[in-house]
């Protein structure tokens, strides 16, 4: 067992008959939380990120459904209709070669979703159990798997996925996946290890393992409670991290490649060749899907935050 | 404090290695012979033999890394096979551009962030608080790929105050030059405003709690003295942190207004250079832009431990 440091000591004075019982995991992280619970009005996460879950949520849904919705097919070309703005048959209008616009948004922001949290919840589950591991167990894993993440998290991502990819033909939806898992997984193992490292030495972890508690029941009923917060935070803003990376990747014509439509190439599009001029709702309507989607989940994360009292994470 | 650079030293130079690595690797990703992918039509015996000089292929994988990094230390990055063009040259043409347009952006970033932080963090939570962060939190849901094409939208094709792509040198004149790089810095500063507006401001509000600060009121010293003599400067190494995280933004948002503005920096050459399977240049290419971002990162890193003693203890 590790030496605990002197403040913890002089701390677990006072504190002891509070926080000292085994099994505390759970009990520890509700003393951290305001008194009523996670919906109620008072006190609770309130009414911003909920409207913001529900957005995202629906964003979500219009994607998953996009083949079964009443919208036209996203590279049907409508000749009648080239180039116009919004009106009832076309609710945002059309592109130069009369596809779509709504329909193109809600079908290129399946490409945006998938890679904004299929990597992000694979480095969950992997840098997670890494960095739970690492941070309660310090010893030469720990020291290994940080100098990983470390020479990971020093690659400049976007450059190295999209000089992988020139190599690593032909671009797919699971190798993007894939490559964005390796961006991911360092920076969630920092998280995550950081914040085990914090409980760790705390009175109700030292004692669940004085009175013999298992490890993995130590790991995942005394530690993981608390360490959610944090990960779920940071989880959402890696959501915006990975979305903006696609994006830009699809704007360079680096990510899925046409025809499939994916919310970076119709911007891209609708900036080539005086579109910019002819037709600005090309560019706008992706532009602005990215941004509600962007906002919602930054505001979301922002409020997570300060609910659960995190400190911004340094990394 | 030698320990310390020593250290610092060690990794660079490893991570340095490990870059050269994988930037080697990448030709064998090809699939089937990377000579014949590499050379494509240009597969002349001529242009064979000197690949096969800068490659060493028909050598063992380990010396073939040592002939290719020999080159590299050489100055030889090797050179295009469709222009003919040497990767050296290109970025000779290159890096003065990204130089540019990351100090013009960084210059008013700072220009707006600090009075903006300055003004807010004196009185929190007041209207022009409130402005400022709310403004700066919409900013953050802004990439470069979003801004960039609204603010040619905006100055180049409705008010045409600016061109909405090319480039002009320095050397056809100040003005023409800062005309073709100020919508550019402008989008890719907005990032960074972000970054060192949120982290000034609550450094500075932290500052100005400190019993110094009150010791100087008491003193009878002005607002803006104490604000500029006696906060700034211990609140300023978050600014300096703050450069440190924005460096990745900058590099990825560098890319994407290079393509968007056709300005022939890295990112724009190295782009073009994939949309032409021009392998060898993107090797090269990569190799020096994944060393500079290493090098630049490790600079910042450095610099701040050895402004803030506080940061090795942590």
Sequence with gaps: ?315 | MLRFTATRLVQLVVICFLISVFAFLLVHLLPGDPTLAILGPNDTPAARAVLLHQLGLNKGLLAQYGTWIVNIFHGNLGASFLTKQTVTNALSVAVPIDLELIVVSQVLALLVAIPMALIAALRPNRAFDRVATTSTFAMLSLPTFVAGPLLVLVFAVTLKWVPATGFNRLSQGLGPNLKSVILPSVALAIGSITVYYRLLRADLIATLQEDFVTMARSKGLSTRYILLRHVMRPSSFSLLAGAGISIGTLFTGAFVVEVLFQLPGIGFQLVQAIYGRDYLVVQGMALVAAVAFVVVNFGVDYLLTVLDPRVRRA
Excluded at chain 1, 77 to 89: E, F, H, I, K, L
Excluded at chain 1, 190 to 213: D, K, M, P, Q
Excluded at chain 1, 287 to 292: A, D, N, Q, R, W
Aim: aromatic fraction near 10%.
């Design chain 1, 1 to 315: 067992m590790p030496e605990l440091p002197s403040y913890v000591a002089l701390e677990s004075e006072s504190t002891l008959a509070l926080d000292s019982t085994p099994g505390m995991g759970v009990q520890a992280l509700q003393s951290r939380l305001p008194a009523s619970g996670l919906f109620s009005r008072k006190g609770g996460l309130g009414l911003t990120f909920w409207i913001c879950l529900g957005w995202v949520v629906f964003m979500i849904l219009l994607a998953v459904l996009a083949s079964v919705l009443p919208i036209k097919a996203p590279n049907f070309q409508d000749y009648s209709a080239v180039n116009v703005g919004p009106t009832a048959r076309h609710l945002l209008g059309t592109d130069d070669l009369g596809r779509d616009l709504l329909s193109r948004v809600i079908f290129g922001s399946r490409v945006s979703l998938v890679i904004g949290f299929a990597p992000i919840l694979a480095g969950l589950v992997i840098g997670g159990a890494a960095g739970l591991l690492a941070g309660y167990r310090s010893g030469p894993a720990d020291t290994v798997l940080n100098a990983v993440s470390f020479v990971l998290l020093a690659f400049p991502a976007l450059l190295a996925i999209m000089v992988i990819e020139t190599f690593w033909k032909p671009v797919s939806l699971f190798k993007l996946t894939v490559m964005f898992t390796f961006v991911a997984a360092p920076l969630l193992f920092r998280v995550i290890r950081a914040t085990t490292l914090s409980f760790s030495s705390r009175e109700f972890v030292v004692a669940a393992r004085a009175t013999g508690a298992k490890t993995s029941r130590l790991l995942l009923r005394e530690l993981l409670p608390n360490i959610v917060p944090a990960a779920v935070s940071f989880a959402l803003i890696g959501v915006a991290i990975a979305i903006v990376l696609e994006g830009s990747l699809a704007f360079l014509g680096l990510s899925i490649g046409l025809p499939t439509s994916s919310l970076g190439n119709i911007i891209n599009d609708g900036v080539n060749s005086n579109n910019l001029t002819l037709n600005p709702f090309i560019a706008l309507w992706p532009s602005l899907y990215i941004f509600l989607l962007l906002t919602a989940l930054n505001l979301m994360a922002d409020r997570l935050r300060s609910y659960f009292d995190l400190r911004e994470v340094t990394l």
